[in-house]
């Protein structure tokens, strides 16, 4: 693709400058890329209701063709310009978690193009929480489609460098409103099923969802879990796509941490006694086993405190590979809460899961 000029404007979230938002709706309208904050990370917007501003985010993405982009709106009622068909359970999820990181497949209407969907008949809508989202979209008067705003393949991104790092010379704008609270995705839930299906875990939690819905089912995908594989077996075809992923090698570490801490102690020795550069990425509460075997141990915050977590786990990636670590040890944490969301990036970004 032909190299584009990339600005970068600074707002502030909670009074977000209106002469700034209109310049990049403006850019929106024109069916250009306009990366900005969310509450769960950056999104790379464009007009969710043209063709070429979508086909554009699938190429400054590098995307697979085949994974369809999630629609943004900046008011609930909204959401019956895009969706049709819409369940009294979709409506109660509404109620709970709009403006917020959960985002629902419905039937689509004819205002959201195949471009956006990949050619499904459904479309993924949510409302973002997020001051500079909102009164972007609400400026731009159209629905904004954004897909995360980092290269396909990579962890998503948490603060306008992130963006800049993989996007830079591809996209036309960033708007830098600080980093992202939530840090993990949207939650996906798939409304044109009964009972519910979650086909993604994220900022909403299974636990609050089920308050709502009584009976939820979590597909298979949702899990990120892959066969348990020894050193030199090759990857099954299935994963042939990666998430998440650093460029240094990424080893998760699962169950108690009373048994896990000395089997990544080993592992890291292992290593370092063969060369390699490993990067540690541990809690609060097990940093101190690690310090003096590596010089590269990083917290993602307390096993306690998941939310810390999760608005750390993509970045701290990124800095493992910013201080050159060939091989990074991770830790796993609860499944409970937005540990779901963490586990199943983490599991998705490993290449091997012990
Ligand atoms: O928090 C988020 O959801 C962020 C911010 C920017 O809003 N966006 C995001 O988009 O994570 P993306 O494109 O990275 O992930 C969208 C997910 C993908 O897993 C995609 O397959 C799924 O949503 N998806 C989109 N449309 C779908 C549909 N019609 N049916 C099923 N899954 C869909
Ligand atoms: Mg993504």
Redesign the pocket.
């Known amino acids: 693709m032909r190299p584009v000029e990339t600005r970068v404007l600074v707002v502030d979230p909670d009074k977000p400058d209106v002469a700034a938002i209109r310049y990049a709706a403006r850019i929106l309208q024109d069916g250009g890329l306009v990366a900005f904050p969310?509450?769960?990370?950056?999104?790379?917007?464009g007009d969710a209701t043209n063709p070429r501003a979508a086909m554009r985010i699938f190429e400054a993405k590098g995307?697979p063709p085949d994974?369809?982009?999630?629609?943004?709106i900046a008011r609930r009622e909204d959401l019956w310009l895009v969706a049709r068909d819409v369940p009294q359970a979709a409506q109660d999820l509404v109620e709970r978690f709009w403006p917020g990181?959960l985002?629902m497949?419905l039937p689509?209407t004819g205002m959201v193009p195949d471009a956006?969907?990949?050619g499904?008949d459904?479309?993924?809508v949510?409302m973002?929480d997020h001051g500079i989202?909102l009164a972007l979209i609400a400026e731009a008067g159209v629905p904004v489609a954004?897909?995360?705003?980092?290269t396909s393949g990579k962890p998503?991104p948490t603060t306008a460098d992130h963006v800049i790092q993989d996007l830079a010379g591809r996209i036309d704008l960033v708007i830098d409103g600080g980093p992202t609270p939530?840090g993990?995705?949207?939650t996906?839930i798939?409304m044109t099923s009964t009972p519910p299906v979650i086909?993604?875990p994220?900022?909403a939690t299974r636990e609050d969802i089920s308050e709502v819905l009584g009976e939820v089912m979590v597909s298979p995908v949702a899990l990120g879990t892959k066969m348990p594989l020894s050193e030199g077996v090759p990857r099954s075809p299935g994963m042939k796509y990666t998430h998440y992923s650093p460029d240094a090698e990424v080893r998760l570490f699962e169950g108690d941490p009373r048994r896990v801490v000395p089997r990544l102690q080993a592992e890291a020795k292992g290593l370092i006694a063969m060369g390699k550069r490993v990067g540690i990425m541990c809690t609060d509460e097990t940093k101190g086993a690690y310090q003096g075997l590596s010089v590269l141990v990083k917290s993602a915050g307390s096993r306690r405190d998941l939310s810390t977590v999760a608005s750390r786990v993509f970045a701290l990636l990124r800095e493992f590979d910013r201080d050159g670590a060939d091989i990074i040890l991770v830790e796993g944490v609860p499944e409970t809460g937005l540990g779901f969301a963490i586990m199943n990036r983490l599991r998705k970004a490993a290449s091997i899961t012990r």
């Open positions: 969310t509450e769960t990370v950056y999104g790379l917007g995307r994974n369809p982009l999630i629609v943004h990181p985002t497949v689509r956006v969907t990949a499904l459904t479309v993924a949510r973002p989202a954004a897909p995360s705003a980092n998503s939530v993990v995705e949207s996906v798939d086909l993604r994220g900022g």
